[in-house]
């Protein structure tokens, strides 16, 4: 198949999942053609059978606010017309299936192409809802040849946030289980815990969704009870915020802030346990990728992580905001060395089993062949 794949090209979930199907597609024979405004960032060195088209903006005085959605459609309209696309592919539906169905609009003329959306968080759960975006999401989702949210939950909210009546498939993320793998030998464990101490992960984009002070205020009282560190990868808007209140908690000898990282496979093998206390969170990729490394996660009982995680099994769930009890499992993980290793072989199991690339990405190209015989 020759496919167009739309997503935003920067860190995030969204982007990642994008990246890696169209990189898998790629593999497997297809023709893949990102559209998008610059190179996504897990596509940085080169793969066969995958093209990349920026969408290139010009500024006018008169444009107070660039016309990305619209350069994008045209962008799309040119791609699909000389690369003979037959289906565009976008991820997060603001702006990108507004976009396609305009484009789709100007190729009908032409030719037959198919649009697919796949839903991914907040552009369902929260932006999606803002009264200047919810009649555009609606309208873009039901005019989709076909739709798929990565949770039972998103599934849900988008048909009853948004009154759809259309079918949705849940197609989860995934993850490289050969990449993403335990390694007991990782030698950057000694060099952030060179007293053996035992080591709490967060990786986020330091948005307030992601509460990323709960994540220090839980570590706060792990480490009263356990000789631990706390490692925070990624940035964001809460970053200062995050770097207050470790001063505040006398922390700075034992919470690292590591920023963006590519690296993320070395980091997650030598840490104990993943915490991710979101407000909201569709799927919870960051921790998909922690439980292929063989790390349990205490996570916050929203959106798609109890989907996701398998709680006394995998991991915990508490509900947002319980630091105290968040606390406690990781504390109860920890110093249960028993039921510690149970826990990481279920974390490793259960992503390979359910969510390992080569299991999910047919789903996509199953769903593909689909839409393109409706
Ligand atoms: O919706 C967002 O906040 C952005 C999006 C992204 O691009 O990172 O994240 C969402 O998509 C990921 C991939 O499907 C999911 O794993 C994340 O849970 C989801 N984030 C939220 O729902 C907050």
Redesign the pocket.
């Known amino acids: 198949m020759k496919i167009g794949i739309t997503c935003?090209p920067t860190y995030?979930?969204?982007?990642?999942?994008a990246t890696e199907l169209g990189k898998a597609l790629a593999l497997k024979g297809h023709q893949i053609h990102f559209i998008s405004y610059a190179l996504p960032f897990r596509l940085a060195s080169f793969v066969e059978n995958v093209v990349f088209h920026e969408v290139e903006m010009s500024s006018y005085p008169l444009f107070e606010f660039p016309l990305y959605s619209l350069a994008l459609a045209s962008k799309m309209v040119e791609v699909a017309e000389y690369e003979k696309l037959d289906l565009l592919h976008v991820h997060?539906a603001i702006p990108h299936a507004a976009s396609a169905f305009l484009a789709r609009e100007m190729l009908k003329e032409k030719t037959d192409i198919k649009i697919i959306t796949t839903l991914?968080?907040?552009?369902i759960?929260?932006v999606g809802l803002e009264p200047s975006f919810l009649p555009l999401v609606k309208f873009s989702i039901e005019k989709s040849d076909g739709v798929t949210a990565?949770s039972r939950f998103l599934k849900e909210k988008t048909l009853t946030n948004y009154d759809i009546h259309k079918d949705i498939l849940v197609i989860p993320?995934f993850v490289d289980t050969e990449l993403f793998k335990p390694n007991p030998d990782c030698s950057f464990r000694k060099n952030i815990a060179p007293g053996g101490e035992k080591i709490l992960i967060h990786t986020s984009?330091f948005?307030p969704?992601k509460r990323v002070t709960d994540a220090i205020q839980i570590f706060n009282i792990v480490q009263k009870e356990v000789p631990s560190k706390l490692i925070l990868v990624g940035d964001g808007p809460d970053r200062s915020e995050c770097e207050r209140l470790v001063r505040q908690l006398n922390l700075i000898d034992k919470v690292k802030f590591l920023g963006k990282q590519d690296g993320l496979v070395e980091i997650l093998t030598a840490s104990d346990v993943f915490l991710i206390p979101?407000q909201?969170?569709?799927?919870?990729?960051?921790a998909l990728e922690a439980m292929a490394c063989g790390l349990p996660v205490v996570s916050s009982s929203v959106?798609?992580l109890p989907e996701l995680v398998g709680h006394n099994e995998c991991g915990f769930i508490a509900e947002i905001g319980d630091i105290d009890r968040m606390a406690k499992y990781v504390i109860d993980l920890l110093i249960n060395e028993k039921k510690y290793r149970i826990f990481s072989q279920n974390a490793r199991e259960r992503a390979v089993k359910k969510f390992d690339i080569n299991k999910v990405v047919p789903h996509y190209e199953d769903y593909y062949k689909k839409v393109l015989d409706s």
Do not use: K, Q
């Open positions: 935003y995030g979930g969204s982007g990642v999942i997060y991914h968080g907040t552009d759960t929260l990565v993320n984009n948005r969704v979101s909201s969170e569709s799927f919870g990729l960051a959106g798609g």
